[in-house]
């Protein structure tokens, strides 16, 4: 018998509760009765609760009162607080079709009154082993990778990590590169909390998204009359982002025309509205982001080179999702465990087949794309595990197949590089632009495939 108490959480009627504790003490647990009409956050809080019982009988048969139970359970395990819980019902209560879904859907197990306190504390014992094996697999893995709201401990996201604090305290402009769906504004909203601008406005602007004829009143605003529908004065997005951050997503894609009156705020500090009088002074930080290469539009004449050289100051470099192996099972396990929570409850984890689909996929869409498809795999799973096919992911390729397909593009991307780098006598800026890459890009690959070539060459 563990002599340890272990603190217990009973949430249920006081008539089932009564002598239950006292027998319950026998075999080491210290119960804490919740009722539905408590604050189902303060005692959790207090103490380390990972199993509760609660108590289910025919007299909360109707929906009202299920519903009830449904969001005190609920917010019971918000923040963190993944609590295993064991059903005590009757037999007429276990019959019905509603207490029975949610039995299989919220619970750990189950026990018919009346209570056996011998076979339910072995149960209690199993869903405590459970509940410190889940808690220190998954959910602590997952808090230690996490910074910033990402979740990573791959090399790349570490070299990112530490440049996000190196940033965040300097107030240049920045650059952040990367392909969609890499977390390029979480990456930009982590520099303006570190920054001195943290206490003000954070607004984000995807120049992609909008209309070529809104953009200019949509950056810089308009006066009332200044244009017809002009009913009234609207400040623009620059001009809100006072004191605090301006990021400006896919800026490559912001119109030629548009890029002169962006230069020149940058360079003086000042807005024009539409229709405005004067100049308006801000004091703003731009961070802006892309997933194209802007020193080809540079070189095609799509983006301006003193735009260019205005926002690169200070760049950031995000990593693709195919290049964080270590990464890919404990962000999918992290998804899994906030979309679940949310949606289906009774989803536990991963299949080894659906591990291994997801861990040989190409993530071509990186982080959105693996979030998008944990949502589908929770909502389309008929178990307790997620399945290749939940996730859309192919499952009938062998795994082994995978694996050398991964294998064969890692060989074949290694001997492009060195071709290229041989070509231009190891000048790495040379080969990035034939690879129609960037530098930054063009250095990690080197790393990742352990190609030293300042050894063959200079840079």
């Not at 509760?52 to 005190?72: C, F, I, K, M, N």
């Not at 209690?124 to 959910?139: F, T």
């Not at 009913?231 to 896919?250: C, P």
């Amino acid at each position: 018998m563990n002599t340890t108490p272990r603190p217990l959480l009973c949430f249920g009627s006081p008539e089932m509760t009564d002598a239950l504790p006292l027998e319950l003490a026998r075999h080491g647990r210290v119960v804490h009765d919740i009722t539905a009409s408590d604050d189902c956050v303060a005692l959790p809080k207090q103490q380390d609760f990972s199993v509760g019982l609660v108590h289910l009988d025919e007299s909360q048969l109707d929906p009202a009162t299920l519903r009830r139970y449904l969001e005190s359970l609920n917010e019971l395990n918000r923040g963190g607080n993944q609590v295993k819980w064991v059903a005590l019902v009757s037999n007429a209560a276990v019959a019905s079709p509603p207490i029975a879904r949610m039995i299989t859907t919220y619970f750990y197990d189950y026990h018919t009154l009346p209570v056996d306190a011998e076979r339910l504390s072995i149960t209690l014992g199993h869903a405590y082993g459970m509940a410190r094996i889940g808690c220190h697999s998954v959910r602590q893995a997952a808090d230690r990778a996490m910074q910033f709201g990402m979740v990573g401990r791959s090399p790349g996201m570490r070299q990112l990590f530490g440049a996000i604090q190196k940033v965040g305290a300097i107030g240049l402009s920045v650059m952040i590169r990367g392909e969609s769906g890499t977390g390029k504004e979480l990456t930009a909203q982590a520099i303006h909390r570190l920054s001195p601008r943290a206490d003000g406005p954070f607004v984000a602007v995807n120049c992609a998204a909008l209309p070529k004829e809104l953009i200019q009143t949509e950056l810089f605003g308009h006066e009332k009359g200044s244009f017809t529908g002009a009913d009234r004065r609207r400040v623009g997005r620059i001009e809100a982002a006072q004191n605090g951050t301006l990021f400006l997503d896919e800026i490559g894609d912001l119109p030629l025309d548009l890029q002169v009156n962006l230069l020149r705020f940058l360079q003086e500090k000042t807005i024009d509205r539409i229709g405005g009088s004067g100049p308006i002074a801000l004091d703003v930080r731009v961070i802006a982001a892309t997933h194209v290469d802007l020193e080809k539009a540079v070189e095609e004449g799509r983006f301006r080179e003193d735009l260019y050289y205005q926002l690169n100051v200070l760049h950031l470099e995000m990593p693709a999702l195919r290049e964080r192996g270590e990464d890919i099972e404990l962000l999918a396990t992290h998804f899994l465990r906030e979309t679940a929570r949310a949606i289906r409850p009774n989803v536990k984890g991963f299949s080894e087949q659906a591990l291994n689909a997801i861990t040989t996929h190409p993530w071509p869409g990186n982080v959105r794309e693996m979030i998008n498809r944990i949502q589908r795999a929770v909502v389309m799973c008929e178990g307790d595990l997620i399945r290749p096919r939940d996730p859309g992911l192919d499952q009938d390729t062998p795994n082994c197949t995978l694996m050398r397909l991964a294998e064969a593009r890692a060989k074949a991307e290694r001997e492009v590089i060195e071709t290229t780098l041989s070509a231009v006598s190891n000048n790495v800026s040379k080969a990035a632009r034939r690879l129609d890459i960037s530098r930054v890009t063009l250095y990690r690959l080197l790393e990742q495939h352990a190609i030293d070539w300042q050894k063959k060459g200079a840079g």
